[in-house]
């Protein structure tokens, strides 16, 4: 991401901002450096819900990669669809159900390919404010449509109803 996003730098103005946790391994620093972005990136740490929420409120569009995918959702996407962040995710199967005007998919796969493939959905909301506000309201109206309390408890129904058909098999 900090390389694909070093490569629009020079073409668009904006910030990074990376909230949670940053293993030190990582040398956050170091990466900003090497991508050009010194300056534009901003680790919050840790940050309690409340100001992870109004982060998510403030933003104009949101990157959501998951390593690994796991095949698990992401609750942060939920809530940022929910607020209507448009996002850019991972081309996985268990995110298919998410409308194309609401995300952007990046094919996971070899480190150059995913980068050229940021690079290029990153232009694409960056350069065009009309296409980021369409897929906002793209994504409050799937999940007004979607992430329901209903659909949860049914969702949660079916999965324990699962869970206790397969425990009788075993």
Partial sequence: LLDAAGRLAGRHDFRVVVVGSVDPRLELDRLVERAGLGGRVHATGRV???????????????????????????????QLLQV??????????HLRDLPDSAVL???PGPREAERRALVERLERWLGDPAARTA????????????ITREGMAESWDRAVDQALRQARAA
């Avoid at 933003?59 to 690994?68: G, H, M, Q």
């Avoid at 209507?84 to 199967?93: A, E, K």
């Avoid at 897929?135 to 979607?146: D, F, N």
Wanted: proline letters at 7%.
């Fill in 135 to 146: 897929a906002s309201e793209a994504c409050r109206a799937w999940a007004a449509a979607h």
């Fill in 105 to 107: 998919r990046v094919p």
């Fill in 84 to 93: 209507g962040v448009p996002s850019l995710v991972h081309d996985l199967i």
């Fill in 48 to 78: 309690p819900a409340a100001d992870f929420g109004a982060l998510m409120r403030a933003v104009d569009l949101a990157v959501n990669l998951r390593y690994p995918t796991a095949r698990a959702s992401s609750g942060t996407l939920q």
